[in-house]
């Protein structure tokens, strides 16, 4: 049998042996809406625990618009538009909007991403890019009760209304994706954003992940606490949470005030992007669902995080994952250069940027075995100690033969998908 997975901006045909049963675990049936546009107008007119859209507009001189960065998919591209010509339609002129990309501790647009802002619906729009490390740009914000000293772009405490345009998602520490995510970490400046993301951590010896902090929970998730925290000073925010099928389709959206309306949208996402199974499987195909997901290490993680309940201890996860853009973390591949006992002595007291990541692969690859199939050079695979994989039949055969497996999990949106068992797994 033959299936083919995603791989970047291409696939990869897997070939599984005959007489091996093979589950498909994927997310329920994702219905993308009819009208977005008009779903989208119907949601700001109809907002939860918030004003309408137009009634917030008509009481603000302009409106920033905080997006994500575009290596996030998830529909942010389809939807920014809408939010555009809406705006216009309500009465703002060009010159009262602008778009920040709430970039965090990312990378630079590429030349290619910024041709996206260069269509007809952002003329006359200002466009930029939050730098978390251009000091100029920020303004004292809040000290959060867990020492956090948030600092932020100061466009957003300038603005009329500032508008929250992110994807709901599954995150592998913050719980979900979106909403708050968008002030902190996405427009704050790097000593906040470090503050903050340490919270993953326990100040152990070694250091360990804080079991609180996993994908699909927000309660008492110390991450997702602090960042609600960050919002409180703030006045004038609006979301418009949404989240799309594997295609990019827009299948949800729901506006409001920028915590109660973002939990209602997690809640949905959790119950649709959820799957449940009876027992972990000895073999696991895993991808992280293509580009942009597998875009690099850092965010490939995601997915194995996802599919770790899937998989029994000492198990093998074929890992299919292009990683384009190579580890995507100076912080995650200095981790690694490191021997691994010395770095979770000093991980949590010497933080620095994704260490969280570093910790959480450390734990994954002490319970399975990982082949990858990846672009990532073999000194980058041999340094983290993944296995390369160059004959994916090979792989799978001797994976099934040495475990002693008759069936085989696939995963092929591993980003999107937070799988559950009901026994014997754990994240």
Not at 73 to 100: A, E, F, M, S
Not at 211 to 224: F, T, V, Y
Not at 389 to 396: D, G, L, R
């Amino acid at each position: 049998m033959f299936f083919d997975l995603p791989y970047g901006k291409e696939r990869i045909s897997v070939r599984i042996p005959d007489g091996v049963h093979v589950d498909f675990l994927t997310p329920k049936e994702i219905v993308p809406l009819d009208d977005a546009e008009g779903a989208l107008r119907q949601a700001c007119a109809d907002p939860i625990d918030s004003p309408p859209l137009e009634s917030c507009v008509k009481r603000a001189n302009n409106v920033l618009i905080l997006v994500s960065d575009l290596t996030r998919g998830g529909g942010t591209k389809r939807i920014l538009p809408l939010c555009v010509r809406h705006l216009k339609d309500i009465g703002l002129t060009p010159n009262r909007i602008k778009v920040l990309v709430a970039r965090g501790t990312h990378r630079k647009l590429t030349k290619e991403e910024k041709q996206f802002f260069k269509t007809k619906d952002f003329v006359g729009i200002t466009v930029e890019e939050h730098d978390c490390n251009d000091n100029s740009v920020m303004s004292a914000l809040v000290l959060t009760s867990r020492k956090t000293p948030v600092r932020v772009n100061r466009s957003i405490k300038e603005a009329g209304l500032v508008l929250l345009v992110a994807p709901v998602s599954f995150h592998y520490f913050a719980g979900f994706g979106g909403g708050r995510k968008l002030i902190l970490p996405g427009c704050s400046d790097r000593a906040s954003i470090l503050a903050n993301h340490r919270l993953s951590l326990l100040d152990s010896s070694p250091v360990k992940l804080n079991p609180l902090c996993k994908p699909g929970s927000l309660e008492k998730n110390p991450i997702h606490e602090d960042m609600c925290e960050a919002l409180a000073p703030l006045s004038g925010l609006f979301a418009i949470n949404f989240f799309s099928d594997h295609l990019g389709n827009i299948a949800f959206i729901n506006t409001g005030s920028p915590l109660r309306s973002h939990v209602e949208a997690c809640d949905k996402y959790a119950s649709l992007y959820t799957c449940s199974i009876d027992e972990p499987y000895r073999v696991v195909v895993l991808s992280p669902g293509g580009f942009p997901y597998d875009i690099n290490l850092l965010q490939s993680h995601k997915a194995l995080k996802h599919a770790s309940s899937a998989v029994t201890e000492k198990g093998s996860v074929l890992f299919i994952t292009e990683c384009s853009e190579g580890v995507g973390s100076e912080g995650l591949e200095k981790a690694f250069d490191m021997p691994r006992n010395e770095f979770l002595k000093i991980a949590y007291k010497k933080y620095e940027g994704n260490y969280q990541t570093a910790v959480s692969l450390h734990g994954l690859m002490d319970r399975f075995r990982i082949g990858m199939v990846s672009k990532l050079d073999r000194g980058i695979l041999d340094k983290f100690g993944f296995e390369p994989c160059e004959n994916i039949e090979v792989f799978i055969a001797g994976a099934l033969e040495t475990l002693r497996a008759t069936k085989i999990g696939l995963i092929p949106y591993g980003s999107s998908t937070l799988i559950k068992a009901q026994q014997g797994g754990r994240t």
